[in-house]
């Protein structure tokens, strides 16, 4: 049997984009809008990530009168982001998902974004390992029979491997 522990790096995108503080909430607007995803981290003149800015920081923006031409990513990010090492297994990343209701978390090294993984990624991953039931069924012999197929390999949290040494 192959255990496998699949970790952050292992299902993150490595290709990222991240909002300066200083970046205007149009320009926000115009890149969420362009973009494949609904949010993004923030990040310093060192590029570690200070912030989370989502459509709906912009919608919250908007509905308290603010104009998207002079606010800035900084101004309306959430700040104290959650991030995730790379060594992170995806168990804990879903756990976190569910726990705090976010769609994506930054994959960081010492802060620096490395990654992104979204709740999509996750179902990509699970997607992949769990491969969907297979139903053959056979009429053969007047009898019926109903064999179920999954993907062989066993997937096995870091927590239970450390314990099993």
């Given at each position: 049997?192959?255990?496998?522990?699949?970790?952050?790096?292992?299902?993150?995108?490595?290709?990222?984009?991240?909002?300066?503080?200083?970046?205007?909430?149009?320009?926000?607007?115009?890149?969420?809008?362009?973009?494949?995803?609904?949010?993004?981290?923030?990040?310093?003149?060192?590029n570690?990530?200070?912030?989370?800015?989502?459509?709906?920081?912009?919608?919250?923006?908007?509905?308290?009168?603010?104009?998207?031409?002079?606010?800035?990513?900084?101004?309306?990010?959430?700040?104290k982001?959650?991030?995730?090492?790379?060594?992170?297994?995806?168990?804990?990343?879903?756990?976190?998902?569910?726990?705090?209701?976010?769609?994506?978390?930054?994959?960081v090294?010492?802060?620096?974004?490395?990654?992104?993984?979204?709740?999509?990624?996750?179902?990509?991953?699970?997607?992949?390992?769990?491969?969907?039931?297979?139903?053959?069924?056979?009429?053969?012999?007047?009898?019926?029979?109903?064999?179920?197929e999954?993907?062989?390999?066993?997937?096995?949290?870091?927590?239970?491997?450390?314990?099993?040494?």
């Amino acid at each position: 049997m192959v255990t496998d522990v699949i970790m952050a790096k292992d299902v993150m995108r490595k290709t990222i984009t991240a909002a300066k503080k200083e970046t205007l909430g149009r320009s926000l607007a115009e890149k969420l809008l362009t973009g494949n995803f609904s949010g993004m981290p923030v990040v310093n003149n060192n590029n570690e990530v200070v912030g989370i800015i989502t459509e709906f920081d912009l919608i919250k923006a908007m509905d308290q009168g603010k104009s998207l031409e002079q606010v800035t990513a900084e101004d309306i990010m959430t700040k104290k982001p959650i991030c995730v090492e790379e060594d992170t297994t995806i168990e804990k990343v879903i756990h976190i998902m569910a726990k705090e209701a976010i769609i994506r978390i930054p994959v960081v090294k010492d802060m620096v974004p490395v990654g992104v993984i979204s709740r999509g990624d996750v179902l990509r991953c699970v997607y992949g390992v769990l491969r969907p039931e297979f139903v053959r069924i056979s009429t053969e012999h007047g009898k019926m029979e109903v064999f179920t197929e999954f993907k062989q390999t066993q997937y096995k949290s870091e927590d239970i491997i450390h314990s099993e040494s």
